[in-house]
């Protein structure tokens, strides 16, 4: 048996692929970096993050956090030998990148289609060897919703070719349908697609013997008595042993759009998915246990780990917020550890400052990971030495509203600086940063131990508190500081993050060491 959640983690948009006895799952991850999450299953239940496909962003304005855009809704393909994920950036097109091995290299991100609101796209082969590419609509770019369009593509120039064709619009029936997946099963083709919207959705699955249509359409799963709201986007997944599976996401809050995996059948070419695989009853509910995949044990079998070239080997769950390269600074740590120091450089990589120091919610250097589970404790120590004066280096919580505490160096030494966000519009575009509380620290030598350590709790099913605590000194001069507990409900399109940071206008480092994340 096993029960959902199956990934307790904000991997949102998820898309499965079965290759040499593993299914990898692609995943959105907007603007931050490195992108293109792969994570690696051998029972479509455990989950293990093994790669990334996209080191940086292919768009400049990515020097900088361009917060909720970016990298949207990927798509897994494989054909020719050959895997393909592919990828809509709502302003800026469709990109498509390439490898013949998942947890090896992918090629750099190549425009395939040059448009403003073209989302969710999905690269299709069909059994005459034409190649499609089926996709949703952004409203917010392109002026409307709720249709699915194709456009033909072409593999030997990587591009698409004539005009984009609407083949269904489900604006009466099926408000805000997007992120589509194409199957073809008994002369049928599927398209998997959600409605309704991420919080309040639904399954649908569109069928027509051809693909412009016309489509069917059949509400196939939806939130019903389960409490597990949407739900929305995902994929189904053929497994060796002639089983099928749904894996979607749902939304939770500050805990992001985490991973459930339902049970599939059937049913005069319709499938059953959830509860209705039991019931026959359509639509299906989300199934909160159920009895495990089949899969073929085998204990030599072990999935390899990719380290991110940019961080000499560390752990893979640390991403900045916008595009990186060397500068920011080293990661030492070793896949499968949880034990990792951090030496970042001082930098204002921001678009915007505040009283001479860049506001984090604006800054690229800022380097974060996701919740993993409902609480959690994040830990470490911070050797402040080569921190020049009137620089700061600290830890973060961030949800759509985030709180930071640092350590500032100045003038006449170290203050603690406790500070909030504040914005009375939360827009994707800035933040405004207040402090909170100022306490100088009597520190006589930098490079003493300063322990930090972060808390986060669940408040409710869908939002969390966190709490900070900072330590100092020795045995005779001993200093502790608690901060309040800092509630926030919601991400910003994405889960709650932690991290560290270093930030200033004077060139220098801080040394972050023996990080833990427990929960």
Request: hydrophobic letters at 35%; proline letters at 5%; a neutral charge.
């Amino acid at each position: 048996m096993y029960t959902n959640p199956v990934i307790f983690c904000d991997y949102s948009d998820p898309d499965v692929i079965y290759a040499n006895g593993t299914y990898f799952l692609v995943a959105s991850s907007f603007n931050f970096t490195p992108g293109l999450p792969i994570l690696a299953s051998k029972n479509l239940v455990n989950w293990k993050l093994v790669n990334y496909a996209l080191e940086n962003i292919p768009a400049s304005r990515f020097a900088y956090p361009q917060n909720s855009q970016g990298i949207w809704a990927p798509s897994f393909c494989h054909h020719n030998g050959k895997y393909y994920i592919i990828v809509g950036m709502p302003d800026e097109g469709i990109f498509i990148t390439e490898s013949d091995n998942i947890l090896g290299t992918w090629s750099q991100m190549k425009q395939v289609h040059t448009s403003k609101g073209f989302i969710d796209p999905c690269l299709f082969w069909d059994d005459d060897g034409k190649a499609y590419i089926i996709h949703a609509y952004a409203k917010s770019r392109c002026g409307f919703n709720s249709r699915i369009g194709i456009l033909d593509f072409d593999e030997k120039t990587f591009r698409t070719t004539g005009e984009d064709r609407i083949i269904y619009d489900g604006t009466q029936t099926q408000p805000t349908i997007e992120g589509p997946k194409v199957y073809k099963r008994n002369g049928w083709y599927y398209i998997f697609a959600p409605a309704g919207g991420v919080s309040e959705g639904w399954q649908t699955v569109l069928r027509s013997k051809n693909i412009e249509g016309p489509y069917e359409e059949k509400i196939v799963l939806h939130e019903g008595k389960s409490g597990i709201n949407g739900p929305h986007q995902g994929a189904l997944v053929e497994t060796p042993f002639g089983e099928n599976w749904f894996i979607h996401f749902q939304e939770r809050g500050i805990f992001g759009r985490i991973v459930h995996l339902q049970p599939v059948k059937w049913k005069d070419d319709w499938p059953l998915i959830g509860t209705a695989v039991k019931t026959g009853i359509m639509p299906g509910e989300p199934v909160l246990r159920y009895k495990s995949p089949k899969y073929k044990k085998n204990r030599s079998e072990n999935i390899v780990t990719k380290a991110v070239r940019a961080f000499d080997g560390a752990c893979l769950d640390w991403q900045w917020n916008a595009n990186h390269d060397e500068s920011f600074g080293k990661i030492y740590g070793f896949p499968d550890s949880n034990v990792e120091s951090f030496k970042l450089k001082v930098l204002n990589v921001s678009s915007y400052s505040k009283q001479n120091f860049p506001v984090l919610w604006n800054s690229s250097n800022v380097l974060t990971q996701k919740i993993q589970s409902p609480n959690f404790y994040f830990s470490g120590n911070i050797e402040v030495s080569s921190l020049p004066c009137y620089c700061r280096a600290g830890i973060i919580f961030a949800g759509d509203e985030y709180a930071s505490v640092a350590i500032e160096r100045t003038a006449e030494g170290y203050d603690l600086v406790y500070l909030k966000s504040k914005n009375v519009d939360l827009t994707d575009i800035i933040r405004e940063e207040t402090e909170i509380e100022r306490i100088h620290l009597s520190i006589q030598n930098p490079s003493q131990c300063i322990k930090f350590k972060l808390e986060f709790f669940p408040f409710s099913e869908f939002s969390g508190t966190s709490q900070f605590t900072i330590k100092t000194g020795t045995i005779l001069n001993r200093f502790r500081w608690k901060s309040d507990f800092f509630t926030t409900e919601n991400g910003h399109w994405v889960g709650g993050r932690f991290g560290v940071y270093a930030i200033g206008n004077t060139d220098g480092s801080v040394l972050f060491y023996n990080i833990k994340v427990r929960n």
